[in-house]
């Protein structure tokens, strides 16, 4: 599947559709060494004096190629490509947030595990932001290049969701 499949067959979020949570499984796809989830997007609006503050998220479940250990694919991910990720133009343009989150040496045997290595969470003002660093030159050329270095693309998930605070 292409970058270009895969984009146009995200659907846009609008206010009808932010309470429909969509997953996507596509191949061969990381997001700029992130995990992802998407969420719907809505702009920044004040009302009243209450800021409310919607924002497109996507969470990338990212697995390492299997020739290499955990250490190692932490290791890349954490030291090497998120700081190439983060230099990179078509991100400090729409990237708002970008957090990586890596599955530890020894989780509680007691609980089902996911079957993954991490979680890229990418925060966009909206769509066209989503769109805008997945669909770039950039991307193709210099972020999706070095993603093939550490993860099983094949194998890479995206979530798209709103996100509602309980506590904190």
């Known amino acids: 599947m292409t970058i270009h499949h895969f984009i146009s067959g995200v659907p846009h979020a609008t206010p009808e559709s932010s309470s429909r949570r969509s997953f996507l499984r596509t191949s061969g796809l990381v997001a700029g060494g ?44 954490r030291d090497v490509h998120a700081q190439l990720f983060s230099s990179q133009p078509v991100v400090k343009q729409f990237v708002r947030r970008y957090v990586q989150s890596r599955t530890i040496a020894n989780p509680p045997q007691s609980v089902l595990l996911a079957d993954f290595d991490g979680i890229a969470q990418v925060w966009f003002d909206d769509m066209d932001g989503f769109h805008g660093v997945f669909s770039s030159q950039n991307y193709r050329d210099v972020i999706r290049v070095d993603e093939q270095k550490f993860t099983d693309g094949t194998r890479t998930e995206f979530v798209f969701s709103e996100e509602t605070s309980i506590i904190g």
């Not at 989830?37 to 990212?62: C, R, Y």
């Open 34 to 77: 992130l995990m992802v989830g998407l969420g719907s997007a809505q702009p920044v609006s004040v009302t009243n004096n209450s800021v409310k503050n919607h924002m497109l998220k996507v969470d990338i479940l990212v697995r390492r190629r299997p020739d290499l250990t955990h250490d190692q694919f932490t290791a890349y991910w």
